[in-house]
């Protein structure tokens, strides 16, 4: 297998984005990222999404980008694994320029999700869960993540303030990142007083509905760094994905994610890299007990002390392991498929000592985590400056 | 919605509580399966589960999806079965704050939901703390 790097990076603004539909922000940031890498051909595209039939009305979007692209006759693959459909899609388009059979592969994640009414998207969302036996029960997305936030608060005595403080750190990096959804910093107060949305977690434990877009390019490392005109490329130096019980019923541990510390296991091994190497993490924050559960499962804190952790400001971008320095899912915005690849461009514009106010020091090797679901698919991501 | 068929379907499970068991390794499951995830045997016989069971964790959701509304709030609970099946359930007739992890409950029949305004009454199992 060659080793493959990503060199071209594009992102659009997230948030409630009224004037652009799904395909203008796919393409807005495919452009980014095409234009930036230096590249003149794409031969392959794969787009992470996870619901634009219900979201936007609309299947078959891999060719609609390939079409508005103008770069007709290549293939173009949609793929879907729920909030971690960004994280897989890249996993494929690794895999195709590993293997020889691809040069330049672009991957670009989107969803467009403010179409709809509020009532209308937590019911998509909530298709990523069971149907027949989580979703006939009436259980939402921000529900399953409270079964797990009850689970975790009863057995180590974590506190909803504990919980909060993940809630105001990535509200405060996002308050820099121009752009993320939010630029509002708030207190520990203002995520402990909001409305209950599934206790015990409120509306600011929780991401929000976000459009937006991202890409990037990736290419085997040996040509990219013969690419005359390209920004910096940053290697891959591990990815991995692994699955876990769709229902979280099933699950022998409900504050532990298996499927996390599998893909992490491999991720970590594929990079010859342990928890300790890792300068910079985008993590999974969808709720901030997820948050929480991550930084656990991924290695960077034993379990039961990641709440205590965030607290202490550990996580934070001159703690000791900064975390979601982008403002991660909570403050940046969560436009579900496109997620995954947000945090591989926020990563690399970490090692590329590009980040401006969120800059970690001296980030040389960062980590993604990418989560669908209640934890069903998880991919782990390693980039590396070479 | 969806047709009357996919409920039809579901009418072991849903309507008279069948689960599985492994003949092979005893792991009990709900709904049954074709495979047992745990040692991979299809030696599996469907059998009626325990109608009580304990609280494994909860939540009481606020915010509801659509065709939930009206019910909200409401409790949901991960409940293990007295076989050790695990599934999940709405908590019904019980104060908020009568639920908590470990109390035990017992397993009721109740409406679900309608689908639509012209669609089919679902029924299915909630649970109710007992103690």
């Known amino acids: 297998m060659r080793d493959v790097a990503v060199v071209g990076i594009g992102i659009t603004n997230f948030g409630y984005l009224w004037e652009k539909s799904w395909r203008d922000l796919a393409v807005e940031a495919s452009l980014e990222a095409i234009k930036s890498s230096g590249v003149d051909k794409i031969d392959s595209i794969y787009l992470g999404n996870f619901s634009g039939g219900t979201f936007v009305e609309q299947e078959h979007m891999a060719a609609i980008l390939a079409d508005y692209l103008g770069f007709l006759h290549i293939p173009s693959t949609r793929i879907e694994n729920a909030c971690a459909s960004g994280g897989v899609a890249l996993r494929h388009a690794y895999m195709e320029v590993a293997s020889g059979m691809s040069d330049v592969v672009l991957v670009t994640g989107v969803e467009k999700m403010t179409d709809v009414v509020t009532s209308q998207g937590v019911y998509s969302l909530s298709m990523a869960a069971d149907r027949e036996y989580e979703g006939y029960q009436g259980v939402t997305f921000p529900g399953l993540f409270a079964l797990v936030a009850k689970k975790y608060m009863h057995d180590f005595n974590a506190t909803r303030k504990q919980l909060a403080a993940v809630a105001v750190k990535n509200h405060k990096n996002a308050s820099k990142n121009p752009k993320a959804q939010f630029h509002n910093i708030i207190t520990i107060d203002d995520v402990l007083n909001a409305s209950i949305i599934a206790d015990p977690l409120g509306l600011y434990d929780c991401s929000p509905m976000t459009d937006g877009a991202a890409s990037v390019i990736l290419m085997p490392l040996e040509k990219a760094k013969k690419l005359s005109n390209a920004a910096k490329p940053i290697k891959i130096s591990g990815i991995a994905q692994a699955t876990d019980t769709i229902a979280l019923a099933q699950r022998n541990d409900f504050v532990t994610f298996q499927a996390t510390i599998e893909a992490a296991k491999k991720a970590y091994q594929m990079a010859g890299k342990s928890p300790q190497d890792i300068n910079v993490a985008e993590v999974h924050d969808c709720f901030t007990i997820a948050e929480i559960c991550a930084i656990e499962d991924l290695g960077f804190f034993e379990k039961g002390k990641g709440a205590k952790a965030t607290e202490d400001g550990l996580t934070e971008i001159d703690g000791k392991i900064p975390v979601n320095p982008s403002g991660g899912l909570k403050g940046k915005g969560h436009p579900v498929g496109a997620t995954g690849i947000a945090q591989i461009v926020n990563l690399v514009e970490q090692l590329r000592g590009q980040a401006k106010d969120l800059q970690v020091n001296n980030a040389k090797v960062g980590l993604a985590h990418n989560l669908g679901g209640s934890g069903a698919t998880v991919t782990v991501t390693i980039l590396e400056v070479i | ?131």
């Open chain 2, 1 to 131: 919605m969806l047709t009357i068929p996919r409920n039809w379907r579901e009418k072991p499970q849903r309507y008279m509580l069948k689960g599985g068991k492994c003949k092979d390794c005893g792991y009990t499951m709900y709904p049954a399966r074709k495979v047992c995830p745990k040692c991979h045997s299809e030696n599996i016989e469907i059998i009626d589960l325990p109608r009580e069971g304990k609280i494994l964790t909860y939540t009481v959701i606020y915010s509801a999806p659509e065709g939930f509304e009206d019910f909200s709030p409401y409790a949901v609970a991960i409940v293990e079965l007295t076989n050790g099946a695990r599934l999940m359930l709405q908590i019904v007739d019980t104060d908020f704050n009568n639920i908590e992890i470990g109390k035990k409950v017992s397993v009721v029949f109740r409406r679900l939901f309608v689908e639509g305004k012209a669609g089919i009454i679902i029924y299915g199992p909630k649970a109710i703390v007992e103690d």
